[in-house]
């Protein structure tokens, strides 16, 4: 029995069964990299906009054997199409209607998530997701927000391009469609404490999120957090497995326990990380969390104020 809220769980409640995603790359851009907000991208995002592993994606349909992770016991029916490189709902309505569409429409897939930013998701793309769910009642949507921290000056720092409020109100929209809201967090920047990853998420206990995904900061080659790190490995703090596994221990107890964790450590390209290197061990660091959990006997929620 896990102590956490486990993605696995979410998907045996809500769905009945264990759901795999199947990371896609449409072949987005993102306006953090085509200039519109900046042109050098968040500053830990590689050039794969986070989906390195991710199947280029244009509509086709997909069979079990075009998969690159193909799981034993999973059939047709129980993978998800996970938008995942770059930002998915930015590009023309059209595009995006028949992307999702055909996402939607394939057997293979009991639903889809779109990885994408609070501030591309205008009421055109509120209202094409709005139609998507009345066409297909028996698949579902989520929704994937990168927010990383609700801290300003970190996210002026990693260079994210939005403000928290963008973000509160886009999850308020989404909530309005009842389309599950997926948040992405950050651990490990240099200039946060622990208690400012909680306040992260108790704001997300405030906002009720449906899921998270946790994972630390990772300095990655062709980054502009790599070249500083490759520049002077001193010069930023960079967490060790002990101060990540205590901090995410802590971040956990202080979740609500509705809210899925997808995520607890870091998937970055093992070729391209260049630090911390112990996370490239996630079955340790997964041990170490559940160890931890044990030994404090925490539980997600139960360091909660209420
Ligand atoms: S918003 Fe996402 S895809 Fe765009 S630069 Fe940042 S991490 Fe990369």
Request: charged letters at 20%.
């Given at each position: 029995m896990e102590r956490y809220f486990t993605f696995s769980a979410y998907c045996r409640q809500n769905c009945g069964r264990k759901l795999y995603r199947v990371c896609l790359d449409a072949g987005m851009t993102?306006?953090?990299?085509?200039?519109?907000?900046?042109?050098?991208?968040?500053?830990?995002?590689?050039?794969g906009g986070?989906?390195?592993?991710?199947?280029?994606?244009h509509g086709q349909k997909l069979a079990l054997t075009d998969l690159i992770f193909n799981h034993q016991d999973a059939k047709e029916g129980d993978?998800?199409?996970?938008?995942?490189?770059?930002?998915?709902?930015?590009?023309?309505i059209e595009k995006l209607r028949s992307l999702f569409s055909a996402a939607l429409a394939d057997p293979l897939f009991a639903g889809i998530s779109i990885g994408t930013r609070p501030d591309c998701l205008g009421k055109d793309v509120l209202a094409l997701?709005?139609?998507?769910k009345q066409t297909y009642p028996q698949k579902f949507i989520w929704c994937e927000l990168g927010l990383q921290t609700i801290h300003e000056e970190t996210a002026v720092w990693m260079r994210r391009g939005y403000a928290l409020p963008?973000?509160?109100?886009?999850?308020?929209?989404?909530?309005?469609?009842?389309?599950?809201?997926i948040v992405h967090c950050i651990l490990g920047f240099p200039q946060e404490t622990e208690a400012m990853a909680v306040q992260t998420m108790e704001h997300l206990n405030a906002l009720k999120i449906d899921g998270i995904k946790l994972q630390l900061l990772q300095y990655l080659a062709g980054t502009d957090l790599g070249a500083i790190y490759q520049e002077d490995k001193e010069k930023l703090h960079v967490m060790d497995l002990e101060e990540y596994v205590h901090e995410i221990v802590q971040c956990i107890g202080h979740l609500d326990p509705s809210i899925a964790i997808h995520r607890l450590t870091g998937d970055a390209n093992g070729e391209l990380l260049l630090a911390p290197l112990w996370s490239r061990d996630k079955k340790k660091v997964l041990n170490m969390i559940r160890h931890e959990m044990k030994e404090?006997?925490?539980?997600?929620?139960?360091?909660?104020?209420k």
């Open positions: 993102c306006p953090n990299r085509d200039g519109t907000l900046g042109s050098r991208g968040c500053i830990f995002c590689d050039e986070s989906g390195d592993f991710a199947i280029p994606y993978y998800i199409a996970y938008f995942q490189s770059y930002t998915n709902t930015y590009a023309p997701l709005k139609e998507l963008v973000f509160d109100e886009t999850v308020q929209a989404l909530h309005e469609l009842e389309i599950p809201v404090e006997n925490i539980v997600q929620g139960s360091l909660e104020e």
